[in-house]
C-alpha cells in the first residue's frame, strides 16, 4: 500500500532528479557558451598573426611569433579541455587523437578507429 509518505518521498526525488537535469543542462549550456568564446579568440590571435606577418613581409624587418603561436597553443588546448567537460556533462568521450566525441562506453572511435 502506498502511503501519503511514500508519494511525498516519490515526489521529492521525481522533483530532485528534474533539478538535477536541469542544472546538467545549464552546464552543458555554459560549456559551450565558453567554447564559442574559445573559438572566437582563436580566430582574432590567428587574423593578429596574419597581420603581423603582413606587417613584417611588407616592411622586410624582421618578428617574433613565439608569443603568438604559445598563446595560440595555450587556447587549444583550454578548448580540449572544454571539450572533455562537454563529453562528461553528455556522458561522452573525446577520442584522444582526433577529439570526436564518442559513447562512454565506445572501445573504438568511430572517427579514426582509435582504440581505447
Ligand atoms: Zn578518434
Known sequence: MTTFNDFL????????????????CYDLTKLKITKSKIQSEINNKFEELGKKYYDMAKSGEEADFTADIDSIDDLK?????????IATAKNMKSCPVCAQLVDKDANFCSSCGNKF
Not at 9 to 21: C, D, F, I, L, V
Not at 77 to 85: A, P, R, V, Y
Request: hydrophobic residues 30%.
Open 9 to 24: 518521498t516519490n515526489a521529492k526525488s521525481a522533483a530532485k532528479s528534474a533539478e538535477q537535469k536541469i542544472t546538467d
Open 77 to 85: 588546448e583550454e578548448l580540449n579541455n572544454i571539450d572533455i567537460q
